[in-house]
């Protein structure tokens, strides 16, 4: 996933290959190749996810609120997927046929 810019967000297509994405999460999490610290990237944006503390309460700024949480999945998961050896993301792309 290369984004620049909000209107890229607003596509489709980046929808697409953020669900492809996250359906390689749990797949790399329980392989033992996967380095521990890379491991870690996706357990911490679901803390901040599911954390009552966000950068933007979601009370005071209704739509911006969820932005924030929707950058930290976005930004975690390309640093994940950036960490994990790309030969074993692949290797699971073309399991799940991705």
Not at 47 to 76: K, N, T
């Amino acid at each position: 996933m290369n984004y620049r810019n909000l209107q890229d967000v607003l596509t489709v297509e980046f929808w697409r290959e953020l669900l492809q994405d996250l359906r390689l999460v749990l797949p790399l999490l329980r392989d033992p190749r996967v380095p521990t610290t890379a491991k870690l990237i996706p357990v911490g944006v679901l803390f901040y996810v599911l954390s009552p503390v966000d950068l933007i309460p979601g009370w005071l700024i209704p739509f911006l609120g969820q932005l924030d949480d929707l950058a930290v999945i976005v930004l975690g998961l390309r640093w994940f997927m950036q960490t994990v050896p790309q030969e074993i993301v692949n290797e699971y792309r073309d399991q799940l046929g991705i």
